[in-house]
């Protein structure tokens, strides 16, 4: 009889990823899903799917019951509110990333699970931080959350004895994600602004290279570790540049000084705070802390993972070639 995992998250890009890749390596994958998700695909591709909530410690119970690992990938990336209050966007991060991740680490560790692979983020150590002992620089309320659960990760492993391994994907391109396709968009319509100089290095990494470093990162990490997973790093004009060649464009890059825009940022943020208000439906454009990480350079350490026999499955440019490729059979 096949092994039983649980993929929680299990219908967001990287989810739906992971989860077919698991069950083509002959594991029985149990999806934990919000209700409300789009299952179609998970559906389609004969994989179970439980419905609960990761404040709904009893649904996490039902679903852990009989799994031998679980992949916690469930997570409030961004709040649904174009605006609401500081407090409650915090609180609301902190539920989900934090919180919710204790829970569903405790109900994981009362069924007897063997191994807990925690996917945290690197803004949980922000920019400024190379290896993944490095002290935490978190720069924004999203990161500082995925920190949190790290923490509560943690402590319920000290409590409860559970095995687990975190690591701390980059940001993940690949066919069907959504950041990237509305890129691609963006350069064929023929004018994409840019923040600042461009020269800055964004933190990225291709979902099989991803889903392979999770794989090894789970087979053969130490417990208690921490991997980062990204790729070399590659200024964002050039990664541009490289994006207009393979969609066959001459954009026109529109550099906004950071000089310029920093401080209007920085001014908007402040304003919003002194109201206790916080605007994620304006992104980094009213979030300044998310404005220093859209434009610093990121360059993690990946040799702890590369020890155990990681590397990305291609260069960056090829896997950003390959994600093009496949993502022009949809319309953009």
């Not at 997973?229 to 541009?240: G, V």
């Not at 026109?252 to 402040?270: C, M, N, S, T």
Request: glycine content about 10%.
């Amino acid at each position: 009889m096949a092994e039983i995992v649980l993929v929680t998250g299990a219908a967001g890009f990287i989810g739906r990823s992971l989860a077919a890749r698991l069950a083509a390596g002959g594991l029985k994958v149990r999806c934990l899903v919000h209700s409300g998700s789009d299952t179609s695909a998970l559906k389609a591709a004969g994989l179970d799917c439980f419905e609960g909530d990761l404040l709904d410690k009893p649904s996490l119970e039902r679903a852990a019951a009989g799994v031998s690992a679980v992949w916690h990938l469930g997570a409030l990336v961004r709040p649904h509110e174009f605006i609401l209050s500081r407090r409650k966007l915090a609180e609301k991060f902190r539920a989900v990333n934090a919180q919710g991740t204790e829970n569903m680490a405790s109900a994981a560790a009362a069924a007897g699970v063997k191994r807990f692979i925690y996917f945290s983020s690197i803004s949980a150590g922000g920019p400024a931080v190379k290896k993944e002992g490095d002290k935490p620089r978190p720069l924004t309320a999203y990161g500082r959350s995925k920190l949190a659960g790290e923490t509560a990760m943690r402590r319920v492993a000290f409590e409860t004895g559970l095995d687990f391994v975190i690591v701390r994907p980059a940001m993940i391109y690949g066919p069907g994600a959504q950041r990237w396709e509305s890129l691609f968009k963006l350069i064929k319509k023929g004018l994409v602004p840019v923040p600042g100089s461009g020269n800055y290095t964004p933190s990225v990494c291709w979902i099989e290279s991803l889903i392979d470093g999770a794989l090894i990162a789970a087979e053969k990490g130490a417990p208690g570790s921490v991997f980062n997973i990204c790729e070399e790093p590659i200024t964002l004009n050039d990664l541009t540049a490289a994006l207009a060649g393979f969609l066959k464009v001459k954009p026109v890059f529109i550099r906004v000084p950071e000089a310029l825009l920093g401080p209007a940022i920085r001014l908007l943020d402040k304003s919003l705070a002194a109201f206790g208000l916080a605007a994620p439906g304006l992104n980094f454009l009213a979030d300044y802390g998310a404005f220093k990480e859209a434009v610093s350079s990121w360059s993690h350490d990946t040799s702890k993972l590369r020890a155990l026999g990681w590397k990305p499955a291609l260069p960056t440019r090829e896997a950003f070639a390959e994600t093009v490729r496949k993502s022009r059979s949809a319309p953009l």
